[in-house]
């Protein structure tokens, strides 16, 4: 067997700057939303900019803990975490979530008392244009992050994009109703702010799911599976390639899997095969954590494996063998 020469969590100098800036970043933002929103809702005393305000300071404590949690994640692997400590961002997502989807629940109640019970608003104009402001700073937010989400493919970086993005379509929301509030529709501030209620719901559970299937590690996606079973089985001397397992922890990506050679291969020539296995497998993951094993060309080499299909058409059962995959 041979293993990665690269250990988990060796993703260089650069990762743990973009993501933790980003961090920083996502967090000063929150805290100027949060001091905005609160003078804006102290004016106008709006449901939805209330809303609004409350989504901010879950924002706000989810961030604080999201920093605190890619801290913990840049450590590098020790004693009792040998894989390294990636999923620390997707338990803080998952915790991010939970936060969301109570605040949705809350908003809802309230949107709901106000649209029984509609208010005049305050300040309509003043709140427009600040409101606009903020839709713009968090506009510029979301491109800075969907930047960063690319150099690093953290967990919580993107959880944070997804709710910002969601922020954006919240402060139109709020911008409709201020509008028609002005307007003279008094039940649009509690509409909107069950609108907007709904859309945090949907975002909290759209992130609970996805971290989920990091702390289940999931297995990458089929076409990713089967470009990694294909680039194994180019190698000269493989004869075959199975028990192929993947998983994503944050930015880390890991693999394993068994390839089989002729049993009459001298041990330095077969190690040699694998070591240009993995260098393959290197040049399109740069990244990964990677764990290959030799076998010989038997009967008992294949008694006891993992074939999963790779392709769309088997994606349905994935105890159907790919015959691309093994043989």
């Known amino acids: 067997m041979t293993d990665s020469k690269r250990s988990a969590g060796d993703l260089g100098p650069s990762y743990q700057q973009y993501l933790l800036r980003a961090s920083r970043i996502s967090l000063m933002a929150v805290l100027l939303f949060v001091v905005l929103k609160l003078v804006l809702w102290l004016l106008s005393q709006s449901s939805a900019i209330f809303a609004s305000l409350a989504d901010s300071l879950f924002d706000a404590l989810s961030s604080g803990i999201n920093l605190l949690a890619v801290r913990f994640s840049l450590q590098p692997p020790d004693r009792e975490h040998r894989f390294g400590h990636f ?3 997707a338990l803080a997502a998952l915790l991010q979530s939970g936060f969301i989807g109570g605040s949705a629940l809350l908003l809802m109640v309230h949107g709901i008392a106000r649209t029984n019970t509609p208010q ?4 309509v104009p003043q709140t427009i244009v600040f409101t606009a402001l903020i839709t713009v700073l968090t506009v510029l937010l979301v491109l800075y992050q969907g930047r960063m989400l690319k150099l690093t493919g953290s967990d919580t970086l993107r959880s944070d994009r ?3 993005l969601s922020d954006v379509l919240l402060n139109l929301v709020v911008l409709a109703s201020l509008v028609l509030g002005a307007l003279g529709y008094e039940r649009a501030d509690g509409v909107c702010t069950i609108l907007i209620a709904l859309c945090i719901l949907g975002g909290a559970l759209k992130i609970g799911y996805d971290t989920a299937q990091t702390l289940l590690d999931r297995s990458l996606d089929a076409g990713e599976n089967a470009e990694i079973a294909a680039l194994l ?3 000269p001397k493989v004869l075959s390639v199975h028990n192929l397992k993947t998983r994503r922890a944050g930015p880390q990506i890991f693999i394993q899997s068994h390839l089989v050679m002729e049993g009459s291969l001298p041990l330095k020539l077969a190690h040699g095969v694998t070591e240009q296995a993995e260098r393959a497998l290197r040049e399109r993951y740069p990244h990964a954590d990677i764990s290959l094993h030799m ?3 038997s009967a008992e080499s294949y008694a ?3 074939i999963y299909a ?4 088997d994606s349905k059962n994935p105890a159907v063998p790919d015959p691309t995959v093994a043989s």
């Open 233 to 235: 089985k180019r190698q």
């Open 304 to 306: 006891d494996t993992e």
């Open 120 to 123: 005049q608003l305050e300040y």
């Open 310 to 313: 790779d392709t769309e058409s």
């Open 162 to 164: 997804l709710h910002y």
């Open 295 to 297: 076998e010989p060309d």
């Open 87 to 89: 999923k620390a961002q």
